[in-house]
């Protein structure tokens, strides 16, 4: 039996959900996450367990206690995949005194507030240390990243000492796409994700406010809140960008992304941006801060552009610019690449392999 667990059960339904089905006829796998709004989708599972944990805290102990539970009924040929690192974390904390019977893989999708430049994140960092470094060679088998400066922070960190795998991305099902076929009157510009500080959101902010007298342009953001992370934009801040740009809620990214010709992605950090490839897919010009977990992307795809320390004033110009770098793109041979590399089967025939190595 194969275990997927992570601290949300969104998690599990991004990416995973296709890469469990593209795996259900080699592998019995079992999702264990909260389950709130989610648990009906996630209908490729062959079983939900409900993790009662409220990720919404920084530390929820009955949540630690109630993993603690689940992991000791599993046989000690079972092997476990985490999803995240807060999960990764989670899990440590909910194995202190206990005797590792099985293989566990943890993926290490983005480094996350944790290793923010925050006083907060710097505090916690310090406090976890001393856990990670104690559990983490004794509890995991192998370390999945995306990409290498999220590998080289954590294992430097961590004094991680086992296997590590690199696979980039998490999986994309490419098969659910409406795919773009002309532009629009005005240029439609869009954020996706959530609206954290450091996925960017301000600096989306601050471009819209730049370019909001030039009539050509409209500018949208797409996500939500998370209440659970401390980098979540407060009441204020939602309100005063409700009133900068068009908000859209969360929307149906496979069937609505299409409607847009610009996608702008300032995070400041990324594990491989999911977001990006569903963009490029579709069809979308992506401009993106220049960092690994979105320079990769470009780069392989020669599709888009990156900007240097989230400059402004460059995303400005790439907007105005846009029907110029429009004219040199091959979004067939784009798609071709992300199906045959980041696609849910890409990434399942990838864990497959290090399934394989364990089971």
């Known amino acids: 039996m194969i275990y997927y667990i992570a601290h949300w059960d969104w998690i599990l339904l991004q990416s995973r959900a296709e890469v469990v089905k593209s795996l259900e006829s080699t592998y019995k796998i079992e999702g264990i996450a909260p389950l709130e709004d989610n648990k009906y989708l996630l209908n490729n599972y062959s079983h939900l367990h409900d993790w009662k944990i409220n990720r919404k805290k920084l530390l929820d102990i009955s949540g630690v206690i109630d993993l603690r539970k689940k992991i000791s009924k599993f046989k000690h040929n079972d092997l476990i995949h985490l999803f995240t690192l807060k999960t990764l974390i989670l899990y440590l904390l909910s194995t202190l005194k206990f005797k590792k019977q099985f293989s566990v893989i943890a993926s290490i999708t983005g480094l996350g507030y944790l290793f923010s430049n925050t006083k907060l994140s710097k505090i916690l960092r310090l406090i976890i240390k001393p856990l990670v470094i104690r559990k983490i060679n004794s509890c995991v088998d192998i370390i999945i990243f995306q990409n290498e400066l999220d590998k080289d922070t954590f294992i430097e960190f961590s004094k991680y000492k086992n296997q ?172 071709d690449k992300i199906i045959k590399n980041y696609s849910s089967n890409a990434i399942a025939n990838k864990f497959s392999k290090i399934y394989s190595e364990l089971c």
């Open 164 to 335: 590590i795998i690199l696979v980039e991305g998490s999986g994309l099902n490419t098969n659910n796409f409406q795919i773009k076929n002309s532009p629009n009157k005005k240029i439609k510009v869009i954020f996706v994700g959530r609206l954290l500080k450091e996925k960017g959101i301000f600096e989306f902010l601050k471009i819209a406010e730049a370019l909001k007298q030039e009539n050509n342009f409209e500018f949208f953001v797409a996500g939500d809140r998370d209440e659970g992370n401390k980098s979540s934009i407060n009441d204020h801040e939602f309100k005063e960008l409700k009133q900068k740009v068009t908000y859209l809620g969360n929307i149906d990214v496979p069937n609505e992304l299409f409607q847009y010709d610009i996608l702008i992605n300032p995070s400041h950090h990324e594990g491989f941006s999911r977001v990006i490839l569903e963009g490029a897919y579709v069809g979308l010009y992506c401009i993106a801060n220049d960092i690994p977990g979105t320079r990769g992307i470009i780069n392989d795809l020669k599709y888009g552009a990156v900007v240097e320390n989230n400059d402004i004033n460059t995303y400005i110009e790439l907007i105005r610019n846009f029907d110029r770098n429009k004219e040199s793109l091959d979004v067939d041979k784009v798609r």
